[in-house]
T-cell receptor, first 114, second 111 residues
Framework: DSGVTQTPKHLITATGQRVTLRCSPR?????VYWYQQSLDQGLQFLIQ???????AKGNILERFSAQQFPDLHSELNLSSLELGDSALYFC?????????????FGQGTRLTVV | LAKTTQPISMDSYEGQEVNITCSHN???????ITWYQQFPSQGPRFIIQ???TKVTNEVASLFIPADRKSSTLSLPRVSLSDTAVYYC????????????FGKGTKLSVKP
């Protein structure tokens, strides 16, 4: 158990809908990362927050948005969903920001868009 | 962030030592080298990190030559449960700590 909690574990929704994925980081971790992993694809970095502020942005679509709340949990909002958005979405957290900090990943949310 | 190049896949047998090499020609002075392991449908897990020379922990060793343009993850006496994708990441300890994963190396351990 990494200490990072993601909910829900599975989500099935229809095209055009909007969903919210939730991530609770490890206790004390200030940095949260979001990743998308499609079938047999690598991990695509979406966005990073540090202590409530956006720190880095990757290949995140305009239909997607995220935020980190004062209690440090984070939410990833996906709207106008398309079939191609079906993927595993991972959240990770670390104490600090920076490559020399170990990141801990959650078990992911499997999103299926039908 | 420095780009990394790893073999797409590797095969091994139980009990063998496996060495996965990562090339990072454009590594910067402040960059660290980090390896993660990912099992199917699970989040990646940190294995080891180093800056130079050799680092060893309970699961792996990391060898980094003096020029730091490559690194080798060494897994001693692999078992079937080591079948996974291994990612090499290179980046600095600065404020922009986004972790960028490449395609990784898919290691298959056979009995």
């Amino acid at each position: 158990d990494s200490g990072v909690t993601q909910t829900p574990k599975h989500l099935i929704t229809a095209t055009g809908q909007r969903v919210t994925l939730r991530c609770s980081p490890r206790s004390g971790d200030l940095s949260v990362y979001w990743y998308q992993q499609s079938l047999d694809q690598g991990l695509q970095f979406l966005i990073q927050y540090y202590n409530g502020e956006e720190r880095a942005k990757g290949n995140i679509l305009e239909r997607f948005s995220a935020q980190q709340f004062p209690d440090l949990h984070s939410e990833l909002n996906l709207s106008s969903l398309e079939l191609g958005d079906s993927a595993l979405y991972f959240c990770a957290s670390s104490v600090e920001t920076g490559m020399n900090t170990e990141a801990f990943f959650g078990q992911g949310t499997r999103l299926t868009v039908v | 962030l420095a780009k990394t190049t790893q073999p797409i896949s590797m095969d091994s047998y139980e009990g063998q030592e496996v060495n996965i090499t990562c090339s990072h020609n454009n590594i910067a002075t402040n960059d660290y080298i980090t390896w993660y392991q990912q099992f199917p449908s699970q989040g990646p897990r940190f294995i080891i990190q180093g800056y130079k020379t050799k680092v060893t922990n309970e699961v792996a060793s990391l060898f980094i030559p003096a020029d730091r343009k490559s690194s080798t993850l060494s897994l001693p006496r692999v078992s079937l449960s080591d079948t996974a994708v291994y990612y090499c990441l290179v980046g600095d300890g600065g404020s922009q700590g986004n972790l960028i994963f490449g395609k990784g190396t898919k290691l298959s351990v056979k009995p």
